[in-house]
């Protein structure tokens, strides 16, 4: 079985940072796509940032902000996020797929974190 456990949510002002990590046990292939999704009071879960064998992919609205990495030897992946801005607000998830290719959709991930709450204020 596999756990996800993230830190390093927390308040920010506008413009400021926070760096995410997602810490990992069980079986997990450093071959394993590698990720992060956010999910708005009443807004559905969207994909942030994700890492695999090729290389790393943003969504639109987090490229050139955030950077997601992982260090393969330790099972983690974080995300550092700058020039914060209201609309990030939002629980921010881990993700990890059994597949070495990420994708976009929640639904091909096969494991989940539990969530940590970002918070940017105006």
């Known amino acids: 079985q596999v756990q996800l456990v993230e830190s390093g949510g927390g308040l920010v002002q506008a413009g400021g940072s926070l760096r995410l990590s997602c810490a990992a046990s069980?079986?997990?292939?450093?071959?394993?796509?590698m990720g992060w999704f956010r999910q708005a009071p009443g807004k559905e879960r969207e994909f942030v940032a994700a890492?695999?064998?090729?290389?790393?992919f943003y969504a639109d609205s987090v490229k050139g902000r955030f950077i997601v990495s992982r260090d393969n030897a330790k099972n983690t992946v974080n995300l550092q996020m700058n020039s914060l801005k209201p609309e990030d607000t939002a629980v921010y998830y881990c993700?990890?797929?059994?597949?070495?290719?990420?994708?976009?959709?929640?639904?091909?991930?096969?494991?989940w974190g539990q969530g940590t709450q970002v918070t940017v204020s105006s």
């Open positions: 993700v990890v797929r059994s597949s070495t290719y990420e994708s976009s959709r929640p639904s091909e991930y096969d494991y």
């Open positions: 890492i695999d064998w090729s290389g790393t």
């Open positions: 069980g079986r997990i292939f450093s071959s394993y796509a």
